[in-house]
C-alpha cells in the first residue's frame, strides 16, 4: 500500500530576517524507508519535530521530497494528486474540515460533491457513520457548535464518505475524555477490520498506539529509530517488571536473592524482575510472611520515554 524508500526532505530555514539574515538547511527528514500493506494500522511515534507530520505530508502529496522514492497504492503522491487524494482520507485532530457555520449533514454533502461520491453510496455510508459514530443528535448542528468529541466523529465520517484504501491520523483523540476516546478507537478498529482502511497513526497518546496499533514506528531527528511490533518494542526495551510486596511485618532484610530491590517503605517492599513471575513471587514468599503481592507491568510510555531520551535505539542498537 505504502513504499517508501530513502526519502529526505529539508527546510531552509531563515535566520535573523529574510532579507539580510542567513540561512541554514534543516533536514526534517534524513533516509527513511519503510512499507506499509494494506489494512495495517501502523502507529508513527515521535517527539517534538522529529518528523512526522512531514513524512505525512509527503505521503498526503502536500510536500514534495528532496529525495527518495514513495508510492502509495502504485501512485507518486505528489505527481498524481488528484487520483491520490480521492483514495486517502485524513483527520486531523487539532483541526477540523467541516465548514465552520454549516450544519454537519451540508458540510458531508459538500464533501459527496467534492469527491463525487455516488448518491446511493452516500446514503449507505452517511445511514452506516450515523449509527456508528451517533451523529445523528447534531447532524443539524453547525461544527462550530459541536463538542470537541462530536467534531471528531463528524469528521471521521467526513474523512470516510468516499470510502478512502488509506487513512491518515493525527491526534485522533487529543482533548477527548476516557468514554469518547474508546468510541473513537472502537470506531477506527471497526472501518479497519470491516473495510481494511489501512491506517497510519500519529499521536502522543500512547493509548491510542495500545489499543489500535500492533506495529509502531519510531522517529527522531528525522531518522526512523524502530520498525517493528509494540510488544517486541516492550519485551526488549521496556523496564523490568515490578512486584510490589506486603509483607506482614517489615522485613528486617528486605533483600531477596536473586530479585533486584527497588525500594522499600515499611512492610511494602518493591522488587524488579523480568520474565515469569511466579518464581519470585515464591522466592519473596519463602523469604518472610506475606500479607498482599501485585504484579506491574512496565508503562509503554515509560518505555517511549526512554527511548526518547536516551536515544536507546541510535546508533545502530537495533
Ligand atoms: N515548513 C517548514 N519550514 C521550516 N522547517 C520546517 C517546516 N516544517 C517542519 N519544519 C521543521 O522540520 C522538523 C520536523 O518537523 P515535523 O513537523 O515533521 O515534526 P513532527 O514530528 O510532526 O512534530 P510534532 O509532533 O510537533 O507535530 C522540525 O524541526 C520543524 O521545525
Known amino acids: 500500500m505504502i513504499t517508501v524508500h530513502n526519502l529526505k526532505k529539508t527546510f531552509r530555514v531563515h535566520q535573523g530576517g529574510l532579507l539580510r539574515g542567513s540561512s541554514v538547511v534543516m533536514e526534517a527528514v534524513k533516509d527513511v524507508s ?3 500493506e494494506r489494512g495495517e494500522i501502523v502507529g508513527y511515534l515521535g517527539p517534538n519535530g522529529a518528523g512526522k507530520s512531514t513524512t505525512i505530508k509527503v505521503l498526503t502529496g502536500l510536500l514534495v521530497p528532496d529525495s527518495g522514492r514513495v508510492e502509495v497504492g502504485g501512485l507518486v503522491p505528489w505527481k498524481d494528486r488528484r487520483a491520490h487524494v480521492a483514495r486517502l482520507g485524513a483527520v486531523f485532530g487539532q483541526r477540523t474540515t467541516l465548514w465552520w457555520d454549516l450544519p454537519v449533514h451540508e458540510s458531508l454533502e459538500l464533501l459527496r460533491h467534492i469527491y463525487r461520491v455516488p448518491e446511493p453510496r452516500f446514503r449507505q455510508n452517511l445511514r452506516d457513520f450515523t449509527e456508528l459514530l451517533e451523529l ?8 462550530r457548535a459541536l463538542s470537541l468529541g462530536q467534531r471528531m466523529r463528524a469528521d471521521l465520517a467526513a474523512a470516510l464518505l468516499h470510502d478512502p484504501e488509506l ?5 485522533p483523540t487529543v482533548g477527548l475524555d476516557v468514554v469518547a476516546k474508546e468510541r473513537i478507537r472502537e470506531f477506527i478498529r471497526h472501518i479497519n477490520a ?5 491506517v497510519l497513526l500519529t499521536t502522543h497518546d500512547l493509548g491510542d498506539v495500545e489499543r489500535l496499533a500492533r506495529r509502531v514506528m519510531i522517529i527522531d531527528h528525522g531518522s526512523l529509530l524502530y520498525d517493528g511490533a509494540l510488544a517486541s518494542l516492550q519485551a526488549r526495551y521496556g523496564s523490568a517488571r515490578e512486584l510490589v510486596v506486603d509483607f506482614e511485618f517489615t522485613p528486617i532484610d528486605p533483600q531477596v536473592p536473586g530479585l533486584t530491590l527497588l525500594g522499600a517503605e515499611g512492610p511494602r517492599v518493591r522488587y524488579g524482575f523480568t520474565g515469569a513471575a511466579a518464581a519470585p513471587i515464591a522466592r519473596v514468599t519463602a523469604h518472610a510472611p506475606v500479607r498482599d503481592i501485585t504484579v506491574k507491568e512496565p508503562e509503554i510510555e515509560a518505555t517511549i520515554r526512554r527511548i526518547y531520551e536516551g536515544g536507546l535505539l541510535r546508533d545502530g542498537i537495533i
Open 167 to 171: 487513512l491518515f491520523l493525527d491526534e
Open 34 to 36: 519503510f512499507s506499509v
Open 194 to 198: 470491516t473495510r481494511e482502511v489501512t
Open 136 to 143: 445523528g443528535p447534531f447532524l443539524n448542528t453547525p461544527a
